[in-house]
């Protein structure tokens, strides 16, 4: 089944302590992203991958980092995150390549912090 | 810069009741547009989109939009709401020549849809 798997589903973690939430997909897509949900704000990028070690910023990458070793996998990472990260966090993948046709997306995560 | 206005951020309709939800995007090139779905505690699932192809688009679930460049508008359409449509609903644009850090959806901020008894 294709899919983009997101893990942790939830997490609750205290300020400034470092976090990974991973992404991976099994479509063989070149197109990667992290996007965040806050209400009344819509979905917002953070950061995207065109392809394999190929990372760029959206629109809110201050406070996240992200890496792409490998095709399939798109990990998120918060190295001292802060109270404003709170927020439900979408992994999407897309092809063609470098081309926003339908994105696919993960269940979600859903991060508080304290 | 594309964008996408989505009026009102909740719509109430009956059981039976035409659902209509409004978009309205801004682009300088022709669009591809987009209705997602999310129904609570889950991810979005594209309900339709159109690209470039016949300008009214069918999708899952009985709902349908029409691409109207003249109003520049994409509004989703479903002519009798069901309970199991109560969810959140998305509309997104994206440049279909693009690349790079233009290669990406941009999303409204959502409309939430409630259906009566």
């Known amino acids: 089944e294709a899919q983009v798997t997101q893990n942790p589903r939830y997490l609750i973690t205290v300020t400034g302590k470092k976090l990974t939430v991973t992404c991976s997909q099994n479509m063989n897509h070149e197109y990667m992203s992290w996007y965040r949900q806050d209400p009344g704000l819509g979905l917002r990028q953070i950061y995207y991958?065109?392809?394999?070690?190929?990372?760029d910023k959206g629109d809110v990458p201050e406070g996240y980092k992200v890496s792409r070793k490998e095709k399939r996998n798109f990990p998120l990472i918060l190295e001292s995150p802060s109270p404003n990260q709170t927020s439900l966090y979408f992994c999407?993948?897309?092809?063609?390549?470098?081309?926003?046709?339908?994105?696919?997306f993960g269940p979600g995560t859903r991060l508080t912090v304290t | 810069a594309q964008s996408v206005t989505q009026l009102g951020s909740h719509v109430s309709v009956s059981e039976g009741a035409l659902v209509l939800l409004r978009c309205n995007y801004s682009?300088?090139?022709?669009?591809?547009l987009f209705w997602y779905v999310q129904y609570p505690n889950q991810g979005l699932q594209l309900l339709l989109k159109y690209t470039s192809a016949a300008t009214l688009v069918k999708g899952i679930n009985g709902f349908e939009a029409e691409f109207k460049k003249s109003e520049t508008s994409f509004h989703l359409t479903k002519p009798s709401a069901h309970m199991s449509d109560a969810a959140e609903y998305f509309c997104?644009?994206?440049?279909?020549?693009?690349?790079?850090?233009?290669?990406?959806?941009?999303f409204g901020k959502g409309i939430t849809l409630s259906v009566r008894p």
């Open positions: 991958s065109m392809n394999v070690e190929v990372t």
């Open positions: 999407a993948s897309s092809s063609p390549r470098g081309r926003a046709y339908e994105q696919y």
């Open positions: 682009s300088s090139v022709p669009p591809y």
């Open positions: 997104a644009v994206s440049d279909p020549l693009a690349t790079g850090a233009n290669s990406k959806l941009t």
